[in-house]
């Protein structure tokens, strides 16, 4: 009777611990480092192929040294572009990449909302990604009556959740469905607002060069989840 009782307990023990691993999930953040500051993004799991190919990159130090050379307030800052890192002054840019194409993994939960980090393309049919071209949103507060008209341009109905985050916080609704959402930045927005309000020549690339002095893996944090008790 003893026994079966220790063994009653250690299996409780065992799967409450279990329990409690499966409670935590890690997701992986990316730091940026600027002149400026530090912009720290995390990276969705639900976008692997987009996922894998920024930790990819960034292990390589590819984005290093290149510029955000396209900023345009109350939309977004876009960089990665490998051109950038030795492009003369007032150069147009935006045409650098790696080779590839990362595929499409566009989906209805991750949409454009203020600080939600997409990555660019061309005007490929299968709406694949650049290799290497990322973009973070700032956009604008949104009325009613605009997201009305967006979803009447669009001829689809935008998810409630969506509709109280563009008025709320902002983004680029009219962006949702075409472009890859793929992470967001968990700090340093005040940082992305900075860069965005450079002032620009006509290619919208900020007058000075506003490098990514650093880009690298920081360890993954543990996004706590809802316990679950488990009664026996």
């Known amino acids: 009777m003893i026994r079966k009782l220790t063994m009653k307990k250690l299996t409780l023990s065992l799967l409450l611990v279990a329990s409690s691993a499966a409670s935590f999930a890690q997701r992986t953040k990316i730091a940026i480092t600027t002149e400026y500051g530090r912009i720290v993004m995390e990276l969705y799991d639900e976008t692997p192929k987009h996922r894998d190919n920024m930790i ?4 390589e130090h590819f984005f290093d040294s290149t510029l955000f050379h396209r900023c345009i307030p109350n939309f977004v800052i876009q960089g990665g572009d ?27 939960s991750d949409f454009h909302k203020y ?4 990555m660019a393309r061309d005007n490929n049919p299968e709406k694949a990604s650049s290799g290497c071209q990322f973009y973070i949103v700032t956009g604008k507060k949104y009325s009613e009556d605009e997201l009305a008209s967006i979803e009447s341009q669009r001829g689809k109905k935008m998810p409630q959740s969506h509709r109280a985050a563009y008025k709320a916080i902002g983004g680029t609704p009219h962006l949702d469905g075409g472009y890859t959402v793929y992470g967001e930045v968990t700090e340093g927005m005040d940082i992305v607002e900075k860069i965005s309000n450079e002032a620009r020549n006509q290619y919208d690339r900020p007058a000075k060069d506003i490098r990514m002095l650093k880009v690298e893996i920081i360890e993954p944090t543990k996004a706590k989840k809802k316990k679950k008790f488990l009664v026996f």
């Open 115 to 118: 600080g939600a980090v997409g």
């Open 56 to 59: 990819k990159l960034t292990k």
């Open 82 to 108: 490998p051109n950038s890192k030795k492009a003369a002054p007032d150069a147009m840019l935006g045409n650098g990449e790696v080779g590839y194409r990362v595929p499409a993994e566009i989906n209805d």
